[in-house]
């Protein structure tokens, strides 16, 4: 019985990679997705912090620049939407045919879905620490300094893991990709501006200061702006890990559960 795991689970863990490196090596392929992933963080920091840099001049704003205080939240938008849009390569494979030949093929179902998902935390990986070398060259502060830069990571990835995992979900009962695209739209602008990404919680109206409580977005910027802005925070650190890291946990066997339906 002992054996018969291990070698199921060498198995998927070897099925998932071969997913992912398939997910990386199409991504590669794409080099003007990939310049826009990086350009667009640059906009945004660039745009965002100027256009609010009279904000952090109000009394109480935590930040010395809206610079600072927006740097976590360019990280946490762009983790947002690279993981909100994975399930659109599900719909793509399946129109394409590409789906039904991978699992004609002698392959781990789930590992479909822990692939898709590994590619996924890889480029947003890549993609915090660009966005981050570009936030310090513009001048943005870290107090957490170096041992700061892997945890930083680690709250985009899990993050990224959270928004992937119901980007799946959406992929493996929608078949159509404008229904998803429609409903991938539909989430991001809310859960955005449902978030304390770019204003403090206490600058929001009440009601969305509660709301901002209940978004996953706020358990990965929380511990992001406190790493940019004091240093360390152990308590919050922990939390937000461990809800994220719970999260992902319940949104990958939630998308394979229904992949596995959509293809029975």
């Known amino acids: 019985m002992g054996k018969a795991f291990s070698v199921a689970g060498g198995t998927l863990l070897a099925d998932t990679w071969w997913i992912c490196w398939r997910e990386l090596k199409r991504l590669w392929g794409q080099k003007i997705r990939i310049l826009m992933t990086l350009i667009q963080p640059l906009i945004w920091l660039a745009l965002m912090g100027n256009m609010f840099e009279r904000i952090a001049a109000i009394p109480g704003f935590p930040a010395r620049s809206y610079l600072d205080y927006m740097a976590p939240g360019i990280v946490t938008m762009v983790t947002l939407f690279g993981g909100i849009f994975g399930g659109l390569g599900v719909v793509w494979d399946r129109r394409?045919?590409?789906?039904?030949?991978?699992?004609?093929?002698?392959?781990?179902?789930?590992?479909?879905?822990?692939?898709?998902?590994?590619?996924?935390?890889?480029?947003?990986?890549f993609q915090a620490l660009v966005?981050?070398?570009?936030?310090?060259?513009?001048?943005v502060h870290f107090a957490a300094g170096v041992p700061g830069v892997p945890v930083l990571v680690l709250?985009?990835?899990?993050?990224?893991?959270?928004?992937?995992?119901?980007?799946?979900?959406?992929?493996?009962?929608?078949?159509?990709?404008?229904a998803l695209m429609a409903v991938v739209n539909f989430l991001t602008m809310p859960l955005m501006f449902t978030s304390n990404a770019?204003?403090?919680?206490?600058?929001?109206?009440?009601?969305?200061?509660?709301?901002?409580?209940?978004?996953?977005?706020?358990?990965?910027?929380?511990?992001?702006?406190t790493l940019f802005l004091s240093g360390w925070d152990w308590a919050g650190l922990v939390r937000g890990v461990v809800v994220l890291a719970l999260a992902?946990?319940?949104?990958?066997?939630?998308?394979?559960?229904?992949?596995?339906?959509?293809?029975?």
Not at 131 to 139: K, T, Y
Not at 200 to 207: A, H, K, Q, S, T
Request: aromatic share 6%; hydrophobic share 60%.
């Open 155 to 178: 709250l985009a990835v899990l993050l990224s893991q959270v928004f992937a995992g119901i980007s799946l979900c959406l992929g493996a009962v929608l078949t159509s990709h404008e």
């Open 198 to 225: 770019m204003m403090p919680l206490d600058m929001m109206p009440p009601w969305l200061a509660r709301l901002a409580v209940l978004n996953p977005l706020s358990y990965a910027i929380n511990p992001m702006r």
């Open 248 to 264: 992902g946990l319940a949104m990958t066997v939630a998308a394979s559960s229904l992949f596995r339906r959509s293809i029975a």
């Open 131 to 139: 966005i981050f070398g570009l936030a310090l060259s513009m001048g």
């Open 96 to 125: 394409l045919g590409y789906l039904q030949k991978l699992l004609a093929a002698p392959i781990s179902r789930a590992a479909v879905v822990t692939g898709k998902m590994l590619a996924i935390a890889i480029q947003t990986a």
